[in-house]
């Protein structure tokens, strides 16, 4: 385990010890090795409504966590179509159109999308506009911490390399104020977020780091075959 990992792992636990002592920690439990629910997701999805660039949005994509179901809710009930990454992108993406569904707040659900949603491959998505992201830690230089298995910058570079996002989409994340942290090492694969939204404020993020695509000497071969949307774009780049 490099040093980052470990780093980076300790932050996870320290946030996820701060949302319990505090009482602040909702369902699913346990919240360790999750992207932690918590009291006041509701109200930090509706403070995306400050940003310019997510009002303005006509396509999202959204993290399937629990604590960004507001954000999906609340996309669908605008009008705008939301981009769901499967769990472990195991079954791609998943397109949620508000013009064909009539119950938004089961189609924000996991099981809701599933059955009122449409997967579509990654080349018939919609290009996507904003991206708001679920996380267990943030900083405010702009950087994030998952669960640990690296999905988001999966999904983002794979949107960026099929043109479905462009390289300075703005990413917000959803998030209690107790799951802010100084600072986070940085890794040549992380992706930089622009917004951290809290039920009590909007923080501007002041730095900016992306990689250009899929870092495939980081990856092993298993990852890649264990997704098959990675496993295809290997393929055809081994070809």
Not at 86 to 113: E, H, M, Q, V, W
Not at 213 to 227: V, Y
Request: proline share 7%.
């Amino acid at each position: 385990m490099n040093i980052n990992r470990e780093a980076k792992d300790r932050i996870r636990e320290e946030v996820y010890r701060r949302l319990e002592e505090a009482g602040v920690a909702r369902p699913p439990l346990p919240i360790r090795g999750r992207i932690p629910n918590f009291v006041g997701a509701d109200r930090a999805a509706e403070k995306l409504m400050e940003l310019e660039g997510f009002v303005d949005a006509s396509v999202l994509k959204v993290n399937p966590d629990s604590p960004q179901r507001p954000v999906r809710y609340l996309a669908l009930r605008m009008g705008k179509k939301v981009v769901m990454p499967t769990p472990r992108i195991k079954k791609g993406f998943l397109l949620l159109n508000p013009d064909t569904i009539r119950n938004y707040a089961f189609a924000s659900t996991i099981k809701g999308a599933f059955r009122l949603g449409r997967i579509v491959e990654v080349e018939e998505l919609p290009h996507i506009d904003f991206i708001v992201e679920g996380s267990v830690a943030v900083s405010p230089d702009g950087m994030r911490l998952g669960k640990g298995e690296g999905y988001a910058e999966l999904e983002y570079a794979i949107l960026l390399e099929a043109g479905k996002i462009d390289y300075d989409v703005e990413i917000a994340t959803t998030v209690h104020d107790l799951q802010i942290v100084e600072s986070i090492p940085r890794d040549d694969y992380d992706v930089s977020i622009d917004y951290i939204v809290t039920p009590t404020q909007i923080i501007k993020c002041s730095s900016f780091f992306r990689p250009r695509g899929i870092l495939w000497d980081r990856l092993d071969e298993d990852k890649i075959m264990e997704i098959p949307i990675l496993k295809r774009l290997w393929m055809l780049r081994k070809k």
